[in-house]
């Protein structure tokens, strides 16, 4: 939910938000800070400029105060400001421009634009500004798949991220890890005996909860969500992007954001956690590739990850037309008792974010 501070244009974009039935679910409050008293009402100075990024990180910081103090404990909140001097009826000598800012428990997400004079009438610039507002609030609601921005040629959105305190110190790696809590508040402590489901959620999906849903049933423990920063098959992920798919989990489930590339990292970080994997990981686990194709690696691998209390539970997987479940993955027996099975008739979801990133394409 959000409260939103806008000065100078934005207003199109709360009348849109107002225009979809059940917007009370979303805004908590909005004001229109047009004076200057108003303005340093709301953020307690007078910036040395009105449109600016600093000014819109002002409106904003006092709008997730304020949502804070209105929305329900247990309701993630955001503050957005956005600060705008766009075409009037006399000609202006500076630039038309918009800073928007987004602050939640990440940190501050910041928009800045520079509106090319003359491409637009007032009309066309204010609803511009609105279309950025919505953008960033559609971001900071967790939506993956946003429609292109109405700009014209040399336009850009200059697109910012600056992390809360504990994000950066996970990124410097003075923190082991961070939970994000389904509140939308930061913590470094997770409970005992956890299920941890792990993956790059690019974009979280429907098999994702259900199958964490399921495996927390079948344990009998909490299942927690984790998304390292570090990956040993893929790219690094920066703090902007992982503060992209991080959103996604408010108000709904715990996501733990890491450093730990490898099961063995996450085993030593969460002892005794059982680890919700797919038969395609579980087969990628077993390959002698990630092992130097050297046995007595991968006997030392899997004797340490039995140290820490680790253990796997398997779902099922759709693989090149067939359901592959842990039955076709040959486990070598010293360590099959670390591994445990999702009944078939508990879960069966043929999805991934591929899938889905690849449908957002065509549409």
Known sequence: MMVMNFAGAGAEALA???????????????????????????????PESYTSVAAAKALAHHA???????????????GLGCTATIATDRQK???????????????????????????????????????????????ACGVFDLPELPLVKGEQVLMVFEPAAELERLSKAE????????????????????????????????GHRQLAEVAAQQLGEDAYFELS????????IDLAVARKRAVQFLGLDHLILSRAPLFNDKARLFKGTTFIIGADTASRLINPKYYQSKPEAFHAAFEALRQDGAS??????????DFQTLDDIAIPPDFRDLFSEVPKNSFHMDI????????FAKE
């Open 93 to 139: 000598r500076g630039d038309h421009r918009v800073a928007i800012a987004v602050e939640d428990a990440l940190g501050y997400s910041t928009y800045e634009l520079v509106i090319t004079k003359g491409a637009r009438d007032r009309a066309g610039e204010e609803s511009l500004v609105s279309w950025l507002i919505l953008y960033a609030v559609a971001e």
């Open 16 to 46: 849109w938000l107002h225009s979809v039935g059940g917007s009370s679910r979303t805004i908590l409050e909005a004001t229109d800070r047009y004076v200057q008293t108003s303005f340093i009402e709301a953020t307690g100075f007078e």
């Open 229 to 236: 920063l570090t990956n040993a098959d893929k790219a690094p």
């Open 64 to 78: 997730f105060t304020r949502a804070r103090y209105l929305a329900r404990e247990d309701k993630p909140v955001f």
């Open 352 to 359: 991934s974010s591929t899938e889905l990133r690849n449908k």
């Open 175 to 206: 923190l082991e890890f961070v939970v994000l809590e389904p509140e939308g508040r930061l913590s470094t402590t997770v409970p005992e005996n956890l299920a941890i489901l792990s993956g790059s959620f690019n974009p979280l999906h429907d």
């Open 312 to 321: 796997f539970l398997v779902a099922g997987r759709s693989r090149q037309g």
